[in-house]
């Protein structure tokens, strides 16, 4: 486990416990960033990966990959450079599965054993609605009636983008398993919100200021502009959405065979915190049960 946050841990609250997770959240898309020579912790074989990629890229890369190896290390793999797999995700090491993302602001990695697990999936997202036109290709059959219900309870949280996140992470469970692609609509989920499910009053109502403050006591901080996608800054993220619960993930298609089939309805739990939303899915493998031992007979009834 591992962490290099602003905040307390999001990635914590959303495993368990046997799953090892790194982050960095907070100052990881600063100005300068980008300058000196190659990260200490990335293989050169892991920056050629990058050779061709913009600036932002290869820091959004460089980092993630450092969440993976902190992970890794957590779960006593040994140093090894973490490349390129299937359609492009990680190849994680023989006997762990494994699921990373990121997005502005927010990094984030996640392995197991393959022994315990048999599948891991996270996805970290800006906190805001879907742009125009993805939300019809997100959202299938009853899910827009759950999604309408949802909104009516908390209409502070971006659902279809929850919605979004929760199928990415379920689509990393079962790209990692060996599934070919799995579509939005391959794919139903429903929800439970953890109490309380009301807005979070601002910061100040919950300090024993129940009024907003004053036009003059407000912060004169400019607004960011509108392609400005930084997070914002601590006293504004303390004043954003928090809300956390579970899901689960109904599989539409036939489940890849295996010595051990992934079930086809998946767990989730879900978190939005300081202006992002979380998902994560992680599948234990089930304990089998020992046989029974052979029926044996007293020798004493022999002889009655």
């Known amino acids: 486990m591992s962490v290099r946050s602003e905040e307390r ?13 790194a982050e960095e959240a907070g ?19 892991e920056e050629a990966l990058m050779a061709r990629a913009t600036p932002g890229r290869r820091r959004e890369f460089a ?12 779960l006593g793999v040994a140093a090894a450079p973490l490349l390129r797999g299937r359609r492009g995700a990680p190849a994680w090491p023989a006997g762990t599965v494994g699921s990373i993302t990121h997005c502005a602001g927010y990094r984030g990695a996640a392995v197991a054993s393959a022994t315990r697990f048999l599948g891991l999936g996270i996805d970290a997202e800006p906190h805001a609605p879907l742009p125009p036109g993805v939300r019809e290709e997100v959202v299938f059959g009853p899910e827009e009636a759950r999604l309408r219900e949802l909104a009516a309870r908390r209409p502070d949280i971006a659902w279809d983008r929850l919605l979004f996140s929760a199928k990415e992470s379920v689509y990393k469970t079962w790209s990692g398993y060996g599934g070919a692609w799995l579509g939005f609509e391959e794919a139903e989920v429903a929800w439970r919100l953890d109490e309380p499910d009301s807005p979070q009053p601002p910061a100040r109502a919950r300090a024993g200021h129940p009024c907003p403050p004053a036009p ?3 912060p004169r901080t400019p607004a960011p502009a509108p392609d400005d996608h930084r997070r914002p800054p601590a006293r504004a993220r303390a004043e954003l959405p928090r809300a956390s619960g579970r899901f689960r993930a109904r599989l539409l298609v036939p489940v890849p065979a295996g010595h051990c089939p992934l079930p086809r309805v998946l767990p989730g739990r879900w978190l939005v915190r300081g202006g992002l939303l979380l ?13 029974f031992p052979p029926h044996r007979t007293d020798p004493k009834e022999y002889r009655r």
């Open 9 to 21: 841990p999001l990635l914590g609250a959303l495993l368990p416990e046997r799953v090892h997770w």
């Open 27 to 45: 100052a990881v898309d600063g100005p300068g960033a980008d300058d000196g020579p190659r990260p200490p912790w990335l293989f050169a074989e």
């Open 63 to 74: 980092t993630a990959r450092l969440c993976a190896h902190r992970a890794l290390a957590g």
């Open 216 to 218: 003059d006591d407000r």
């Open 279 to 291: 998902t994560a899915v992680a599948v234990p493998r089930p304990v089998p049960l020992p046989p």
